[in-house]
């Protein structure tokens, strides 16, 4: 997100490129709100709607990558681009620039701490089998459900 300086000058207009941060800010923010989502689906370990959310942020993160390379002329000569806004626009595109910065670094802090949740639960799910399958309580378990299964079976002929 932060523009690096070259001596480049931007083509593309000041108005349009302003239109293209504050849609970028909009889309971090609808990020934001799909990762409150995320988390709370990550916690209940609701897997089907995690991943229509999943691809929801995939969707948005499709076109932001395309707004940022549309702004790429923009951060290439940021300060050439930046001295040739009025002072309303220079404000208004670095009020744009810290929100997406901030989205970006809360969403990436967010997506960590799911990731360790994602990862803690892996390492539980993997020793429970590991356990499971030392111990011979897997086959044992799959045995007494044949076994269940099996007298309901009969019980169900009988009557």
Known sequence: ?????????????????????REQVALFAKLEGLSVRQQALVAGEAIEPLMSVLADRQRVSVRLAKIAEALGPVRR???QFRDALDATQRDEAEKF????????????????RDARILSARKRRVADTLSG??????????????TQT?????????DA
């Open 97 to 112: 620039i810290a929100s997406a910065e901030a989205s970006l670094k809360r969403l990436i802090e967010s997506d960590e």
């Open 1 to 21: 997100m932060l523009p690096t300086v070259t001596d480049q000058p931007s083509d593309i207009d000041p108005s349009r490129a302003l239109e293209l941060l």
């Open 132 to 145: 499971l399958n030392s111990s011979g309580g897997a086959v044992a378990a799959y045995r007494r459900e």
């Open 77 to 79: 000569s940021w300060k």
């Open 149 to 157: 299964v099996r007298r309901m079976d009969l019980v169900s002929e």
